[in-house]
């Protein structure tokens, strides 16, 4: 039985499917992300099991935990620390004020938002992970081509890289270095819904990423 482990970019995906609900007219419903990766694995076709999800969120900062949108999706997703086999791994979510106009916390036009260190704990996890053998086939939830470094080092590695993404989601740089891409659909997105009453929380305003640095800074160091 081969072991899976899934990697999941939460804003990336959390923005890109608000997007998709958009374009199609769908109601956006609550994902459970323990039941979205089985559903990924489930559509490999391998005899595989997933032994680990791992879900990257940004915690936000003190001024934006004043507003009640980041502290009702913060306050959802430690609720989701409790899950079995599941695990998240928080990076930052600060502000970063518009020069020029003067600043108002609860008029998002006076400012923008910054997610730190997403990029750099996929990374981090994803070769530890593979470089210690804890699993054979790694599902990469995200459309950011900030990965393909982490994704090139995995594929020489000889573990089973897979990227899962929206259908609306540009994935051609990662053709040659990935085993299977996932078309995350309607389908696949029906059967990850929790079966019950959720409070949906409503996303904050996309966030913009970024990287001060490279993914790939450092990785020499891993490999060693």
Not at 110 to 126: C, F, P, R, S
Not at 130 to 135: T, V
Not at 166 to 184: A, F, G
Request: net charge positive.
């Amino acid at each position: 039985m081969l072991r899976t482990m899934v990697f999941i970019d939460f804003q990336n995906f959390n923005i890109s499917y608000n997007e998709y609900c958009s374009y199609n007219h769908l109601s956006r419903k609550s994902i459970d992300y323990c039941s979205l990766s089985k559903q990924l694995n489930n559509v490999l076709q391998l005899s595989s099991q997933v032994i680990k999800t791992y879900l990257f969120a940004s915690k936000p900062c003190d001024q934006l935990f004043a507003l009640d949108s980041y502290k009702k999706q913060y306050e959802w997703l430690c609720k989701l620390k409790r899950s079995n086999y599941f695990e998240i791994i928080e990076g930052q979510q600060v502000i970063r004020r518009i020069e020029g106009i003067n600043f108002d916390i609860n008029d998002s036009k006076t400012y923008t938002t910054l997610e730190k260190g997403t990029d750099v704990n996929v990374a981090v996890q994803m070769l530890s992970k593979g470089f210690q053998n804890a699993y054979d086939i790694a599902i990469l939830v995200s459309g950011d081509t900030d990965y393909i470094p982490v994704v090139e080092n995995l594929h020489n590695l000889g573990k089973i890289v897979v990227l899962a993404t929206l259908p609306q989601q540009n994935v051609e740089k990662y053709r040659t270095i990935i085993d299977k891409h996932i078309s995350i659909n309607q389908t696949v997105l029906g059967n990850s819904e929790y079966k019950h009453n959720v409070n949906i929380v409503k996303s904050p305003k996309p966030i913009k990423i970024e990287t001060k640095k490279p993914v790939n800074a450092g990785l020499n160091n891993i490999n060693e």
